[in-house]
C-alpha cells in the first residue's frame, strides 16, 4: 500500500494548574476553546469540540497520522499558555497541570462523547473534576497500578 491512512479518534482531558478557575469568564474561556481548536487545526489533528468549565477542558479530534500524543498536548498546552498571557494581561498566573489524561474512543461513541463535551456546565453543577477524572479512569480501565493519585492532582 502506498499511502498511509489513519483514523484515530482521542478524547483529551487536562485542569489548569492546582484546578484553579482560570477560565472562569465565559468569553476567555470561548476563546481558550477556538484558539486549542486552532493548535489542533496546525498540527492537522482535525478538532471535532473543544469545551469544558472554569478550570478544565475537553478536546475531542482526529489524532493526526504522525502525531505523537504527548507532543499534542504539550503544543496544546504551551501555545495556549502564551496565547492568554498576551491577549489577557491579568492572567500572567495562568498554567496548565502537568499531566493530562487521552483516551481513544471508537466512532460509534463519536455523539455521546461531542455531548458530553457540550454539556459540561450542566455535568459539573453536579460531578467535580476530580470525580469526573477518577470515572474516566475507570470508564478506560487505567488501573490504580498504572498511576499514582498523589501525582494526578497538581
Given at each position: 500500500?502506498?499511502?498511509?491512512?489513519?483514523?484515530?479518534?482521542?478524547?483529551?482531558?487536562?485542569?489548569?494548574?492546582?484546578r484553579?478557575?482560570?477560565?472562569?469568564d465565559r468569553s476567555?474561556?470561548?476563546?481558550?476553546?477556538?484558539?486549542?481548536?486552532?493548535?489542533?487545526?496546525?498540527l492537522?489533528?482535525?478538532?471535532?469540540?473543544?469545551?469544558?468549565v472554569?478550570?478544565?477542558i475537553?478536546a475531542?479530534?482526529v489524532?493526526?497520522?504522525?502525531?505523537?500524543?504527548?507532543?499534542?498536548v504539550?503544543?496544546?498546552?504551551?501555545?495556549?499558555?502564551?496565547?492568554?498571557k498576551?491577549a489577557?494581561?491579568?492572567?500572567q498566573?495562568?498554567?496548565?497541570?502537568?499531566?493530562?489524561?487521552?483516551?481513544?474512543?471508537?466512532?460509534?461513541?463519536?455523539?455521546?462523547?461531542?455531548?458530553?463535551?457540550?454539556?459540561?456546565?450542566?455535568h459539573h453543577?453536579?460531578?467535580?473534576?476530580k470525580?469526573e477524572?477518577r470515572?474516566?479512569?475507570?470508564?478506560?480501565?487505567?488501573?490504580?497500578?498504572e498511576y499514582?493519585?498523589?501525582?494526578?492532582?497538581?
Open positions: 500500500m502506498a499511502q498511509s491512512l489513519a483514523k484515530i479518534l482521542v478524547h483529551t482531558v487536562f485542569s489548569t494548574k492546582e484553579r478557575p482560570f477560565l472562569r476567555v474561556r470561548n476563546e481558550m476553546h477556538h484558539y486549542l481548536g486552532g493548535i489542533l487545526n496546525k492537522e489533528c482535525q478538532p471535532l469540540i473543544v469545551g469544558g472554569e478550570d478544565h475537553h475531542l479530534c489524532l493526526g497520522r504522525t502525531c505523537q500524543p504527548a507532543e499534542v504539550k503544543e496544546m498546552k504551551r501555545g495556549s499558555t502564551l496565547w492568554i498576551q489577557h494581561p491579568d492572567q498566573d495562568f498554567a496548565w497541570q502537568t499531566g493530562y489524561g487521552m483516551f481513544s474512543i471508537g466512532f460509534s461513541q463519536l455523539d455521546q462523547v461531542r455531548g458530553y463535551i457540550s454539556d459540561q456546565e450542566r453543577q453536579k460531578l467535580s473534576f470525580e477524572y470515572l474516566f479512569l475507570q470508564r478506560y480501565a487505567v488501573e490504580y497500578v499514582d493519585e498523589r501525582y494526578v492532582w497538581d
